[in-house]
């Protein structure tokens, strides 16, 4: 009689554990069960943090585009530069020379025409003298210009308001059309703030929106910057795009480098 009721016991238990299966909640058809739940950026929230990092809004070689002998570097690496400073120099003794003779050439022609401007007017000289010296002194004139300008391209000077990465060359090295690079230039004012955010945020994100830059340990607090590049491509294996933000750098105070967060305002 105890075997038979615990056998009934037994019985009914396991019909009453299959009514409770039958009441477990079933995913949708138009659900994944397997996908995880996503929230903040990646469900298309542009409130939550993304990562990102600091780079330089502008990186050039500079170096000369004739070839010569340096003769001075007046800047190293981590050195702080001015756009139109000068650099480097080429040696340029024998162009500062045709300067002169281009100089005293015209200065000559100046008196030559000056002189016989009276001449011309008593019928003295004709008219076609009087060209050939004004056309010797137009011509002058143009090949000062043209030494002056030889001149020049023999002073090296920065294209931009920056910081020095690396010196490649140095005083008395040859500078020639397979290496013309003397100097590598960093503008890191403004900074360019790269981030890559989920495709899911594509339409949410627009150029000219405000971002909250986040820079700790390095620097406290947050830093405010502006949306200036959403990316019109998307990434279809990684499903991301990118976004470049535009973060003012007075006195280039941030390093760029710098792993960061962003957050973007709705």
Same mark, same amino acid.
């Given at each position: 009689?105890?075997?038979?009721?615990?056998?009934?016991?037994?019985? +009914?238990?396991?019909?009453?554990?299959?009514?409770?299966?039958? %009441?477990?909640?079933?995913?949708?058809?138009?659900?994944?069960?397997?996908?995880?739940?996503?929230?903040?950026?990646?469900?298309?929230?542009?409130?939550?943090?993304?990562?990102?990092?600091?780079?330089?809004?502008?990186? &050039?070689?500079?170096?000369?585009?004739?070839?010569?002998?340096?003769?001075? &570097?007046?800047?190293? *690496?981590?050195?702080?530069? *001015?756009?139109?400073?000068? +650099?480097? $120099?080429?040696?340029?003794?024998?162009?500062?020379?045709?300067?002169?003779?281009?100089?005293? $050439? +015209?200065?000559?022609?100046? $008196?030559?025409?000056?002189?016989?401007?009276?001449?011309?007017? %008593? %019928?003295?000289?004709?008219?076609?003298?009087?060209?050939?010296?004004?056309?010797?002194?137009?011509?002058?004139?143009?090949?000062?210009?043209?030494?002056?300008?030889?001149?020049?391209?023999?002073?090296?000077?920065?294209?931009?308001?920056?910081? +020095?990465?690396?010196? $490649?060359?140095?005083?008395?090295?040859?500078?020639?059309?397979?290496?013309?690079?003397?100097?590598?230039?960093? %503008?890191?004012?403004?900074?360019?703030?790269?981030?890559?955010?989920?495709?899911?945020?594509?339409?949410?994100?627009?150029?000219?929106?405000?971002?909250?830059?986040?820079?700790?340990?390095?620097?406290?607090?947050?830093?405010?910057?502006? &949306?200036?590049?959403?990316?019109?491509?998307?990434?279809?294996?990684?499903?991301?795009?990118?976004?470049?933000?535009?973060?003012?750098?007075?006195?280039?105070?941030?390093p760029a480098g710098i792993k960061c967060s962003v957050e973007f305002a709705?």
């Amino acid at each position: 009689m105890n075997s038979w009721t615990a056998w009934i016991a037994g019985l +009914v238990l396991a019909f009453a554990a299959l009514g409770a299966g039958a %009441q477990l909640p079933q995913p949708s058809p138009g659900m994944d069960a397997r996908r995880p739940v996503t929230t903040g950026p990646a469900a298309g929230k542009p409130g939550g943090a993304l990562e990102c990092l600091l780079e330089p809004s502008m990186v &050039v070689n500079v170096g000369s585009s004739v070839d010569g002998v340096l003769e001075q &570097v007046l800047v190293d *690496r981590g050195d702080h530069v *001015r756009k139109g400073q000068v +650099v480097a $120099r080429l040696q340029s003794g024998v162009e500062a020379a045709q300067v002169k003779v281009s100089e005293a $050439r +015209v200065e000559f022609s100046r $008196r030559k025409v000056e002189r016989n401007e009276a001449l011309f007017a %008593q %019928q003295l000289i004709s008219a076609q003298e009087r060209d050939e010296m004004v056309t010797e002194a137009q011509l002058n004139r143009e090949e000062l210009r043209r030494n002056q300008e030889t001149l020049r391209l023999r002073t090296i000077v920065s294209p931009l308001e920056g910081v +020095v990465v690396e010196r $490649r060359l140095a005083p008395g090295e040859s500078v020639r059309t397979d290496k013309p690079v003397v100097l590598r230039l960093a %503008q890191i004012n403004p900074l360019h703030v790269e981030v890559i955010a989920p495709a899911a945020l594509f339409g949410s994100l627009r150029s000219g929106m405000s971002g909250r830059v986040n820079l700790e340990p390095f620097f406290p607090g947050t830093h405010a910057a502006k &949306v200036t590049v959403v990316d019109k491509l998307i990434d279809a294996a990684s499903g991301t795009l990118g976004v470049r933000l535009q973060l003012p750098n007075p006195n280039n105070k941030i390093p760029a480098g710098i792993k960061c967060s962003v957050e973007f305002a709705n």
